[in-house]
């Protein structure tokens, strides 16, 4: 089912055309807003390896 028709079933419902497009500005939002959280937990993932990885550096064996 294409967007195109999805509305005009939606406008023979009593939904308007201005409660279309703000329904798909505010679901564009919403994805606009997983992207970034996604993005952050990645950034913040990253961020707490390479801290893992400087507290608990391998040691060096003193027999050497």
């Known amino acids: 089912m294409s967007l195109l028709s999805l509305i005009a079933a939606?406008?023979?419902?009593?939904?308007?055309?201005?409660?279309?497009?703000?329904a798909l500005i505010n679901g564009l939002q919403l994805m606009g807003y997983g992207l970034a959280f996604v993005f952050m937990a990645l950034v913040v993932l990253y961020l707490f390896i390479r801290l893992m990885i400087v507290l608990f550096r391998e040691k060096k064996d003193k027999d050497e």
């Open 10 to 22: 939606a406008a023979s419902n009593g939904i308007t055309q201005e409660m279309a497009d703000q």
